[in-house]
């Protein structure tokens, strides 16, 4: 697996050593030794989810102020650009993102630890997202920062139209009345 750096230290881009030939393709998609090298994280995984979306659908930026999730994201069809944001105060990237395009194509994977907001927009007529977590999902927890906050200044690809959002997101907070890890 080659480890690719972000412009967030702890998030990281993984790529597994694909087999392509006549037939097709063959991957790794997770190997907890090699996930442990790569990332230093030594915890476990406790759940998996799969969403399907459409071009333009935005998802995020959400996270859990309690029970916080690490997430190891994959696409599996189709293609997003997918964001980290950094929400722990005190920590020296607080409020920076990182943004990769993850694809069906590239095999790509993010690892965005606890502590940081996720969140992604569709590229493709459709997309595929897999993604492990860290801690199991507590509604309760669940906080959302808008996707489109000034302060982040996130660059986002541009798709046609606005993007597309559900109501939780289009009532998400702004980073500086959001509930956030840390003092």
């Known amino acids: 697996m080659k480890v690719l750096p972000t412009e967030l230290p702890e998030v990281l881009v993984l790529e597994p050593r694909v087999f392509q030939d006549e037939r097709g393709f063959f991957l790794e998609s997770f190997n907890r030794a090699k996930f442990i090298e790569a990332t230093g994280f030594q915890g476990e995984?406790?759940?998996?989810?799969?969403?399907?979306s459409q071009r333009g659908v935005l998802r995020g930026l959400h996270y859990q102020i309690e029970q916080a999730q690490g997430k190891l994201v994959r696409v599996s069809a189709g293609a997003i650009f997918d964001v980290a944001v950094d929400l722990r105060r005190g920590s020296p990237t607080f409020g920076r993102w990182a943004g990769v395009e993850l694809s069906g194509d590239?095999?790509?994977?993010?690892w965005v630890p606890a502590g940081f907001g996720h969140g992604f927009l569709v590229l493709s007529e459709t997309a595929e997202?897999?993604?492990k977590t860290t801690d199991y999902y507590a509604?309760?927890?669940?906080r959302c920062v808008r996707w489109d906050?000034?302060?982040?200044?996130?660059?986002?690809p541009r798709v046609?139209?606005?993007?597309?959002l559900s109501a939780k997101d289009r009532e998400g907070r702004l980073l500086r009345d959001a509930d956030l890890f840390g003092a």
């Open 45 to 52: 995984f406790v759940q998996d989810n799969h969403s399907r």
């Open 106 to 110: 590239n095999f790509r994977q993010l």
């Open 129 to 131: 997202v897999q993604y």
């Open 139 to 142: 509604p309760t927890h669940e």
């Open 149 to 156: 906050d000034p302060q982040l200044a996130i660059r986002w």
């Open 160 to 164: 046609e139209g606005a993007p597309i």
